[in-house]
């Protein structure tokens, strides 16, 4: 799947791909995608995410307890991870989002975390954020008021530095190389889907 993407997200969609790999999984779902927003640090999700009351490091932790495998995936086949139906959708909608609600063509971390909730495909970090009533709905609202007052951004990483930055620290050891291309194929180009596609 190529994707044109910015700067911010291209970085998103590699850390994503690399805690897939990490976690023991040969598909990105959309709790990899999340994880990549938090370890991409700031961002209009993060940001988001944090004036909502999540602390992002336990949320991270929480997350990857859940979905670890006991897999070793090895570094020469980073090749074979391919994106979940969830996760490709949620890359294609994040630009329909970004028209909707900025009127930009361009999305960024805030209009994926719009997409992965208006999918409304269950996941890990789905029902975590659930029960922080953070909504579509709601994010939208906050995104919008971010938006006015950008000042936010900054505000969260300052926090965030003084509370132990949410990014991966752990293992660094899988290093799946940058392409937007995820290993040339998705999900849905190598398989029919069943009924259980991933999130």
């Known amino acids: 799947m190529h994707l044109q993407l910015s700067s911010e997200l291209n970085d998103i969609v590699t850390y994503a791909k690399e805690e897939a790999i990490r976690l023991g999984s040969y598909t990105i779902t959309t709790d990899h995608i999340i994880l990549g927003i938090i370890r991409h640090g700031e961002n209009p999700a ?22 670890r495998k006991n897999e070793v995936i090895p570094i020469e086949n980073a090749n074979r991870i391919i994106l979940s139906k969830a996760s490709e959708n949620a890359l294609k909608v994040m630009y ?20 992965i909730l208006r999918g409304q495909d269950w996941s890990c970090a789905l029902g975590m954020m659930e ?51 995820i290993g040339g194929k998705t999900e849905g180009s190598t398989q029919k889907p069943s009924g259980n596609t991933g999130h």
């Open 96 to 115: 329909l989002e970004a028209r909707a609600t900025s009127r930009q063509y361009q999305p960024d971390a805030g209009h994926l975390l719009l997409a």
């Open 46 to 67: 993060t940001a988001v995410l944090h004036k909502a009351g999540m602390n992002l490091v336990e949320f991270k932790k929480k997350i990857e307890e859940e979905i």
């Open 131 to 181: 029960k922080y009533n953070i909504t579509y709905s709601a994010v939208r609202k906050l995104l919008a008021e971010i938006s006015d007052n950008p000042h936010n951004i900054q505000e969260l990483e300052n926090t965030q530095n003084t509370d132990g930055k949410a990014q991966d620290n752990t293992n660094r050891e899988n290093t799946a190389g940058g392409e937007n291309n």
